[in-house]
């Protein structure tokens, strides 16, 4: 599945678009190793014969260059990066989905480009759920920090895997060959140099609700898009509690949850995911097509 390579701003931006048709728009999450190919190469493959597809590797990621200025980027500061790269590649209107960290940035585009979002997906996404606060947080922060925080991930592969393996439900070889060569090109590329230096405040969990605090839950009433969000019951990272909160704040979204899935419900329940997410696309392009005749 190849890409191209499109200058972005100045940052050279690694893309995938395929297929003709309504547009969809895949935001990947943030963590070593992690691009749009890696994300979203099942639903692209399900989806390109329907749809145009589009998935790119946001600054500091995959394929795309680092910041000029050597600093990890957090999710709200690569949401302009995102935009300019949709913008670039002539999409004007498409259904924006995105995973973990990228459902933020889904929805903060929704949030600031109203008129770009035909529809909006939010897949299990701790960097958007509000958190459930009353003590009842310590237990999922403790399994984000086991996967995201730990050395031993830039140590070798075989520890990322250790650290990263519980955001599979399942055993899952396609998968991990393809992070095997994403983690040996993150130690090429300087990613990994970046992802290690991470400011401390980024991987401070009582601290990352401050993002959707301050530019996501004040916005979330007038959110006028369809939205649905997509969790998995086995992930102990994303509580389905915290999913659940998120979708009260939005008026008339819908929540699916995925049995026997964790944090990579696209993969782990590929096909079911798929044929969710195409459905939802159609449902969300018809129902703009109809308020235009009107």
């Known amino acids: ?28 999450g943030a963590a070593l190793a992690v691009d749009a190919y890696s994300t979203w190469f099942r639903a692209i493959a399900a989806l390109e014969s329907e749809f145009r597809v589009v998935a790119f590797d946001q600054i500091g990621m995959g394929r795309t260059a680092l910041p000029k200025d050597g600093v990890y980027k957090n999710r709200l500061e690569r949401v302009d990066h995102a935009l300019a790269t949709i913008k670039a590649l002539g999409v004007e209107r498409a259904c924006l989905a995105g995973h973990s960290e990228g459902g933020f940035m889904a929805t903060r585009i929704a949030i600031v480009e109203p008129s770009l979002a035909a529809g909006l997906v939010i897949v299990t996404s701790g960097g958007t759920a509000p958190y459930l606060g009353e003590g009842r947080d310590a237990e999922w922060i403790k399994v984000a920090e086991a996967t995201y925080n730990d050395r031993r991930q830039f140590d070798s592969f075989e520890g990322f895997l250790a650290c990263n393996g519980r955001l599979s439900h399942r055993s899952d070889p396609v998968y991990e060959g393809i992070l ?33 605090r301050e530019y996501i839950f004040p ?24 999913g659940v909160k998120l979708m009260e704040l939005i008026q008339g979204a819908e929540m699916h949850i995925f049995s026997e899935a964790s944090h990579n419900v696209m993969h782990d329940r590929a096909d079911e995911f798929n044929r969710l997410l195409a459905s939802w696309c159609r449902r969300c392009w018809a129902s703009g097509d109809k308020t235009k005749a009107a």
């Open 219 to 242: 916005h979330l009433k007038d959110l006028s898009v369809p939205t649905l969000l997509i969790w998995a019951f086995n992930d102990a990272g994303v509580v389905v509690e915290r």
């Open 1 to 28: 599945m190849e890409g191209h390579y499109l200058d972005v701003g100045g940052v050279r931006t690694y893309c995938i678009d395929r297929g003709k048709g309504p547009a969809i728009v895949l935001l990947h």
């Open 180 to 212: 095997r060569e994403n983690y040996q090109r993150s130690r090429d590329n300087g990613q990994m140099e970046l992802v290690a230096r991470m400011p401390k405040g980024l991987s401070n969990y009582l601290e990352r609700e401050r993002l959707q």
